[in-house]
């Protein structure tokens, strides 16, 4: 985890699972995160316009930002770098925003360094558990609670966005995990309807489907997953 | 076969023979009425059994009729689903028998139905999953126990019915007891849902490695790519050669021969033998010249030897990757620019406002290009400015919440200026200079939460002084978060 140095990143860059192809154009397009084994994410540098493919000329999705809606740094999950013939190297995110699921290009001087993360957080709305995965192996599992039929969890690849202490929050547990999800029936709710994993004062509800589309969890779990999980590691939501 | 009928009729036909060889009056009529008499009962016995199933199938009705039928079409579904699994069973064995004819590995399957198949061998377990149901989340947990030391089981889900998983192994030389279990929970009442399976492997020396080359552009901000990269007269190319012992015995790496590198930067490598499954790295440099703009690339390989200890194994040789280094004329480069150059950027709908305190508007504004702006407009007989190499700001990322420090290379550096937000903080001379470091501390405790922009604003030393020096800026975001302990804005 943390920050990759040049020398593992080039390697891990270079590695099988993530192959670099050249088309026609003379351009390279590399995978940067596989969303299982590995996976790259950076903070950003300058508040770049989000382009929809590899060319300054493309339409204009939106803006790189700086802060999440609870004032931490905001991070983007890197997918892939592309290599234009003359040099310039764009970079494709994924798009912490509603609606979810997108993704978009930014020049790679846009984004600072990139940070390897090792594994992903499966969360299985039908078992009802989660489970985080590293290096193949299920290293953490726990029974969570997920969205009510009428404001469902939603479903997608997602990403560790923050990690929020929730001491004066009895009704978040002691932890809180910020998700890039948007929960798809709130967007009038306060900071947008993010989609957070976090503790409950509500045990008993869990598993079951008591939330909002938040995925709760019992308070020793949230504090066993807070210990093991990464900032940018991907979330998968089935 | 004769029938019954069939017997009796050859009977009939010995007697009515019989007969007419006898010619007697009226005998005829006595023979028709035995015929009649046998052949009746025969008739009748037949039309009685043959009656039920007729009248049965009549009055069937056309839905027991299509049921009939879909059961039939049922049957023979299955009965080719059956010759499938079969073929595909001896394909499996013969495959089996083809890697323990080249020594590879030895597979061996689980259940009656060969739910799961190990392949076995000295670099890895292979674990296949198949023929499981066709749903999400088939769970198997597996164990693996190497000469009785067990190894911590590991979960593996899969969606669909089958899936394959791989452990590595990278033991020394010798033999092995490896024990491979895994249990899964049956999805079918009497199925027999895991397996235990100890197989005796033998261990060859097996010397292998791995060499790649990658490269990046010093000062460039980039990082090392194996891919193409660009660079100007003047500029140097770093190279980095990562080279990973792969087999199961030690190496010692010799005979490194990068011939393409400049003479005297070759550096790195490891001590002494590199243990199995460890890694090294070289560093080596070139200096992009004018012949290399003539001939429009640079490219390089470097071929390294690893030697095992003696009597475990031969020697090694690989080549690496080649890397290709483009070097563009001024006139390239400048037809490139003019082609990229942004048309202006539209604010499209639902963008999000950038913070106002970021004081960037371009992409580009903190890009940490490799030359100052002087040396990216060479003025003509003013070769020095594009040997001049501005290196980068570097300070922390993603969000501070105390005491930071941000720092430029001081080689080659005469003077740095740092702003915070616009405001001057201080300036530095190359007499500053601190482990190679032009360093400035920043308390960002009177500094608001949002973005702060921080920019070095540098002047290069003279190379001659007949020279003007050259100016650059670099910039870097610093980003003042909110306490990290607060009541999120989450869904709940």
Known sequence: MGLLSATALSAALAGPNLAAAQDSAGAVLTRLSDLHAVSRWAYPASAALIRSSPSARAHALGRLRFLTGDGQAELYLALASERLASGQTWIRVELPARPNGRTGWVPSEALGSLHAVNGFLLIDRRRLRATLFRDGRAIFGAPVGVGEPSTVTPSGHFYVMEKLTTLRAPFYGPYAIGTSAYAPTLSEWPGGGVVGIHGTDEPQLIPGRPSHGCIRMRNPDIVRLWAKIALGTPIEIT | MPTRHNRQSRALRHGLGRSYGTRQPGSRRRLWAGWIALVLPLALVLVALLAPAGQAASRRSPEEQALAAERKAVEKEERAAVRKAEREERAAARKAARELERGAARIVSSNERNNAVVLISCGQVRWEFRNFPDRPNNTVTETLTINHSKLAPTTFSFDGPSATQTTPLNDPPGTYQIDTAAKWRPWEKGLKAGFDIHLKVSCAPTPAFSVEKLQQIAGGGGSYTTAQVAGRVGQTVDYEILVKNTGNVPLAYGGFSDPRCDPGTVSGGPGGEVAPGASTT????????????????????????????????????????????KVPSPEERAREEEAEKTPGEPTPPGTTAPPSTSGSSSPTSSSQSSTSSSAQSPKSGVLAFSAVTVPALKGPQGCVRGSFRASVKSAGV??????????????????????????????????????????AKITMARIASSTKPAHASRAITVLRCRSAALTPKFTG
């Not at chain 2, 200096?287 to 200890?309: C, F, H, I, M, W």
């Not at chain 2, 190679?436 to 922009?453: C, D, F, Q, S």
């Open chain 2, 414 to 455: 005469g003077s740095v200026t740092f702003y915070l937000d616009g405001h001057k903080l201080k300036t530095l001379t190359a007499r500053n200079a601190h482990n190679g470091l032009l360093t400035v501390a920043i308390n960002p405790a009177k500094l608001g939460v949002g973005a702060h922009r921080l920019v």
């Open chain 2, 282 to 325: 070289y560093f080596c440099t070139h200096l992009l010249r004018e012949a290399d703009q003539s001939a429009g690339s640079y490219s390089n390989t470097v071929t390294v030897k690893g030697t095992p200890p003696h009597g475990e194994g031969f020697p090694v040789t690989h080549a690496s990757n080649t890397v290709v280094a």
